[in-house]
């Protein structure tokens, strides 16, 4: 089985977390607007809407390719539709794909090249629509 970690590590200063990848990336921040936090990044629920878009958007463009479609720019708008009261989880993500060709292409192929990214290929996608046993502990720091 893979793994993969991030850490979120909090700034010291209202609620402002700096994420760092498994792989060392990091840099990206996240935290809420005010008054309980400075509106200073992406609030998490933003992230995993971009999450979201950024993995059925590389298998976008890996499909689209495989497929010969020809297409010059694509950007995936992710929308979240959530509960008015908490935890305000999402009960509704719609996601669009803006794809500009730059020629003719196969609308069957390009349908079914978004399809599988979206629902055969992407982890996000599959983490949010068949369910994650998610656990929780704590230990010193």
């Given at each position: 089985?893979?793994?993969?970690?991030?850490?979120?590590?909090?700034?010291?200063?209202?609620?402002?977390?700096?994420?760092?990848?498994g792989t060392g990336h990091k840099g990206v921040f996240a935290d809420e607007h005010g008054p309980?936090?400075?509106?200073e990044g992406p609030r998490p629920t933003?992230?995993?809407?971009?999450?979201?878009?950024?993995?059925?958007?590389?298998?976008?463009v890996l499909l689209l390719k495989k497929?010969?479609?020809?297409?010059?720019t694509l950007a995936v708008e992710v929308e979240g539709q959530q509960e008015e009261d908490w935890p305000h989880a999402?009960?509704?993500i719609d996601v669009t794909f803006e794809i500009g060709w730059s020629?003719?292409?196969?609308?069957d192929?390009?349908?079914k090249a978004l399809d599988?990214?979206?629902?055969?290929?992407?982890?996000?996608?599959?983490?949010?629509?068949?369910?994650?046993?998610i656990s929780h502990s704590h230990r010193p720091a």
């Open positions: 089985m893979r793994g993969q970690k991030a850490t979120a590590r909090w700034s010291g200063d209202k609620v402002r977390f700096e994420i760092e990848a309980l936090g400075d509106d933003e992230l995993l809407l971009g999450a979201l878009g950024a993995c059925t958007g590389i298998n976008a497929f010969k479609q020809p297409f010059e999402f009960t509704k020629g003719k292409f196969d609308k192929l390009a349908d599988m990214a979206c629902n055969k290929y992407c982890p996000v996608d599959a983490t949010l629509t068949h369910g994650t046993a």
